[in-house]
């Protein structure tokens, strides 16, 4: 298996997993609309020749705060295709993907997804830090990862997405 940067022959490759890992076009439709914003990070799990698995970073913002010396990233979605799903891949996507966030400047990483998993790449409750989400969700499932220590020094409070994942049917 082979972690890449997303190229542009892969856009339906990438569709293609996102709707049949989630058995729904949501997050397909999300990552399409997603992809031409600025400082968006899009990875690719591939197996012989073949797009088996896929993770979006995108920019959050903060609710009065000031983050423009400090770019935070949202994960999500990340996708595997059923058939190589528990084989490491998702995790892998995740690694290299936090890695590829430190390496092109962003100073944390927010997820909303199952504390026990994300727990074992340092994802903290983002409540620890002063931050919640700007979506109802369950207790300990908006989390948050520092990659650069002092980056969330001056954030806090309401933790805003881009407005695609609001207007994405």
């Known amino acids: 298996m082979m972690i890449r940067a997303e190229h542009l022959a892969d856009l339906e490759s990438v569709y293609q997993v996102n709707a049949i890992a989630f058995g729904r076009e949501h997050e397909a439709k999300l990552v399409a609309r997603l992809r031409g914003l600025l400082h968006t990070l899009s990875l690719v799990a591939v197996v012989r020749d073949a797009i088996v698995g896929h993770i979006f970073f ?3 913002t903060f609710e009065d705060v000031d ?17 190589h799903q528990h084989q490491g891949i998702g995790t892998q996507l995740i690694r290299q993907g936090i890695e590829q966030c430190r ?44 990659l650069k220590p002092g980056a969330l020094e001056n954030c806090w409070g309401l933790v805003r997405y881009c407005p695609e994942f609001a207007d994405c049917e």
Request: aromatic share 10%; glycine share 10%; charged share 20%.
């Open 58 to 60: 995108s920019p959050v």
């Open 67 to 83: 983050t423009q010396n400090s770019m935070v990233l949202g994960l999500g979605p990340v996708a595997v295709l059923p058939d």
């Open 103 to 146: 390496q092109i400047g962003s100073g944390a990483v927010v997820v909303l997804g199952d504390p026990r998993f994300y727990a074992r790449f340092g994802f903290i409750p983002a409540e620890e830090r002063a931050l919640r989400c700007e979506y109802t969700v369950p207790e300990g499932a908006f989390r948050v990862l520092e």
